[in-house]
């Protein structure tokens, strides 16, 4: 019996518990799945050592960057992103990085496409927000990062002017603004800007419909939350932790 699991922190809301126990039992295997809710990244060497039989697990909020460190090893794509949302625990006890984050919002954006022009927002700097940066390289979009702080490479929410909204037509949440239980807030954009030729894309999946997309949706914009992106990303980590 394999036991695999999620590393996170504030993780209760989490459908990935749920996703790999249902598909473990439609598989009639008995592998395991549970949350390891972690005050700190550094407590991941306890859980590897004191969980018997793990050979996996699943990495977010906020640890895809800090867990790099911990790593022996780091996949190629997963450098170049700057994150890590897999662990594949080896025979040997090492431990390797690998990101699916990639691959699941490249999945999720395919039934959306073609938008009317290739240029896109993404809110939020975090380690998944890298991961739709690096697809977002590879479809040949031209994109801006939002942040709430000044910097010099990225724009704040301030910048958001109504030329910026309307030449920028897939707008993507990588932030937590609107998880469940906090349904009513959301990223603060001028959304009255919004037109029927936007995307908006989050990758929060619970609640099914954030402030965010109801939001874009009243302004004629299509929607999309981060469903498929996390069952996509979670079946390729699976193959990565069974090869």
């Known amino acids: 019996m394999a036991k695999y699991g999620l590393v996170g922190k504030n993780i209760d809301y989490s459908f990935s518990k749920q996703f790999f126990t249902q598909k473990f039992k439609k598989e009639r295997r008995k592998d395991s799945y549970e949350n390891f809710d972690l005050e700190c990244i550094d407590l991941l060497p306890d859980i590897i050592s004191e969980t018997r039989g793990l050979k996996g697990l699943n990495v977010t909020i906020p640890y895809k960057e800090s867990v790099i460190p911990l790593l022996d090893r780091v996949d190629e794509e997963a450098m170049k992103i700057g994150a890590v949302n897999t662990i594949k625990v080896q025979k040997n006890g090492k431990l390797s990085g690998y990101n699916t984050d990639h691959y699941g919002f490249a999945q999720a954006l395919i039934p959306l496409l073609p938008i009317k022009d290739k240029t896109a927002l993404i809110l939020g700097t975090g380690g998944a927000s890298k991961a739709i940066a690096y697809v977002l390289d590879t479809l040949n979009f031209s994109y801006q990062r939002v942040t ?85 990303q979670a079946l390729k980590a699976l193959s990565i932790w069974r090869s």
């Open 148 to 232: 709430r702080a000044p910097s010099k490479s990225l724009i704040t929410y301030q910048d958001l002017s109504e030329y910026v909204i309307k030449s920028h037509y897939l707008i993507i949440n990588c932030t937590p603004l609107g998880t469940y239980p906090n349904v009513s807030e959301c990223p603060k954009i001028p959304y009255h800007h919004l037109t029927k030729d936007h995307v908006l894309f989050d990758l929060i999946y619970n609640p099914e419909h954030t402030e965010f997309l109801k939001r874009g949706y009243a302004q004629g914009a299509r929607i999309s939350n981060g469903r498929t992106m996390l069952e996509q």
